[in-house]
């Protein structure tokens, strides 16, 4: 493999492809033994991949500038013409499942994968294929109008990631501008993004029907691969973190305001946990990123091998730049298996949160390529996912003195107190976006008021000083996933129980990293409630889950808290 940077980049022919693929099938139907079915289907996983490698190197690099008329030119081609290929993967999608030699198959894929290779092959239609290119072309128009936001702020232009780090400024009247300049910025692009968001409604909606199904929401969760659980379980998982860890949330903002000096909380004050400043990394990206290669290598033998892999080949960016786009994610080249981390780094602690929890996805992904028979193993759903990058940030913890010094136990106690306190707000992303779907004729001024509501309900320490924007309901159009994942975010409080009880068991002398490992390679062999038994891991939609994390996270905030005094 090169480095990423010196990856040739070459559109692929798709029509060859398509004759590749085609005589694959073939092959796949024809097969007279296991082992020649096995070759075939070997062999168009490769196709695929080497097909989806070029596509994520073109959208990384789209990704890295957003204006970059090349790649936005090749990432536009994808868009369009991946979905017309649907009809051709759910052929060989058929032929696979259909295979006389399909038991022998499904003992070394396991039959998850066949599982879900069926409910692939119901949800893939002729009909769906416009309304999914029209998906993915909003989705990219949302990117673009996100990512071309920029203010100029003391003296340097900003984007939304710009401004964070103003809002952790000691100076209140800083914090105070920052913050109406972030919420300024969106209230100037609201009107893009609420049409944007309107026709996305609408597109998943029409998807969501032609396939026969009731409406969305029942489409997006079996795509999700939800199969052990439904809208109920989340809704009671919701009502057990608004009546458990809400109020330990509440009292942990009070104690904030107090140590702040300030006699009430506001939204830009809630990002500066100690009055004289946050800890912060010390050192330049790169010095930050060969402190956390010598991190991963005083961790484990595992860890060392991979982040020694990612820094060979150059398998990240990490720096915020004007348009770029905006937040964090990691992927995987899966010709190469091969991961890669893409963030924007601010100059704030989170720089290191990031080398912390993206490296906890992309540590999975190299290790679980590695031990997995085929690329659609690597990855689990994503509520198992969280659990990989959430736990990883709760393993460095020892290592932080490389990062910040002597506040070191400041950043421990203020990332475990953020841990906890995002939990309510993720939970508010997912009620809103159930909300919107089952009312999917609402209004801009009915999101709105959905999102005012439902922030009251669990974060009722909300308060924008105010601004007419934000108090009017404007917060909602702050979270990506809202528009480009939907439903994807009640899985980081779900694996946010996982990574707490993982930690739990390393602070009391339990064999944490071993359940750790079993976990990453296991990858997405099992369904959801199995890979969690597997891994020893209780489950967060089991009643009293929640409410034993949040009891363990308050004491050892307490803990952490008598240290830092």
């Not at 092959?121 to 009909?127: E, F, G, V």
């Not at 996100?146 to 232009?157: D, H």
């Not at 994942?485 to 129980?497: K, L, T």
């Not at 990293?513 to 997405?524: A, F, H, Q, T």
């Amino acid at each position: 493999m090169e480095k990423f940077a010196d990856i040739k980049y070459e559109r692929p022919d798709l029509a060859k492809f398509k004759k590749d693929y085609l005589a694959l099938i073939g092959k796949l139907k024809r097969a007279g033994s296991y082992e020649e079915a096995d070759e075939a289907v070997k062999e168009m996983e490769g196709l695929m991949n080497r097909v989806f490698t070029s596509y994520t190197v073109a959208m990384i690099r789209h990704n890295m500038n957003m204006k970059d008329e090349f790649y936005d030119g090749e990432n536009s081609f994808f868009e369009r013409e991946i979905p017309k290929n649907m009809m051709l993967i759910k052929k060989g999608t058929e032929a696979m499942l259909k295979s006389p030699h399909r038991k022998q198959l499904e003992e070394k894929y396991g039959s998850l994968m066949f599982k879900n290779a069926e409910i692939q092959a119901k949800l893939i239609k002729p009909s769906i294929i416009l309304p999914s290119i029209a998906e993915n072309k909003l989705s990219s128009e949302y990117s673009k109008t996100a990512a071309s936001c920029s203010v100029e702020f003391m003296g340097e232009k900003c984007n939304f990631y710009g401004l964070l780090k103003h809002m952790q400024s000691t100076d209140r009247e800083e914090r105070k501008a920052a913050f109406e300049a972030w919420a300024k910025l969106y209230e100037e692009a609201s009107p893009k993004l609420d049409e944007i968001f309107g026709k996305l409604i609408r597109v998943r909606r029409k998807i969501a029907k032609k396939l026969g199904f009731k409406s969305y929401i029942d489409y997006a969760y079996l795509t999700r691969q939800r199969y052990d659980y439904g809208p109920d379980e989340v809704a009671r998982f919701r009502e057990a973190v608004r009546t458990t860890v809400t109020p330990v949330c509440d009292r942990l903002y009070r104690e904030q305001a107090e140590r702040l000096g300030v006699d009430k909380l506001r939204f830009y004050d809630e990002n500066l946990v100690f009055p004289d400043g946050n800890a912060v990394p010390q050192g330049t990206p790169e010095e930050l990123t060969e402190k956390a290669r010598l991190m991963y290598e005083a961790l484990s033998p595992e860890t060392g091998e991979f982040f020694n892999f990612m820094t060979e080949y150059g398998l990240y960016d990490l720096v915020t730049r004007e348009n770029k786009h905006l937040g964090g994610y990691c992927t995987e080249l899966p010709e190469f298996k091969a991961p890669f981390i893409f963030s924007n780094f601010n100059g704030t602690s989170a720089d290191i949160d990031v080398l912390t929890h993206e490296a906890g996805h992309a540590f999975e992904a190299y290790y679980s390529s590695r031990r997995l028979p085929h690329t659609d193993l690597t990855f689990s759903t994503s509520e198992i996912n969280e659990i990989h990058s959430m736990t990883m940030e709760l393993f460095a913890y020892p290592y932080m003195e490389s990062f910040f010094g002597e506040n070191a136990d400041r950043y421990r106690f203020a990332h475990l107190c953020e841990a906890l306190e995002v939990i309510p707000y993720l939970v508010s992303v997912d009620e809103f976006q159930h909300r919107v779907y089952e009312n999917p004729d609402s209004t801009p001024s009915d999101w709105r008021k959905f999102w005012r509501d439902i922030e009251k309900k669990y974060m009722p320490w909300r308060d924008y000083d105010g601004n007419r924007f934000l108090e009017g309901g404007g917060f909602w159009m702050q979270k990506q996933h809202i528009f480009l994942y939907p439903f994807y975010y009640v899985d980081y409080a779900m694996a946010q129980m996982g990574a707490f009880s993982l930690y739990r068991k390393a602070t009391e002398g339990g064999d944490a990293w071993g359940d750790y490992l079993k976990l990453c390679s296991m990858g997405g062999m099992y369904g959801y409630f199995e890979t969690l038994e597997r891994a020893g891991i209780p489950n967060p939609l089991t009643p009293g889950t929640v409410e034993a994390a949040a009891e363990f996270v308050e004491k050892r905030i307490a803990e952490l808290e008598e240290k830092i005094k």
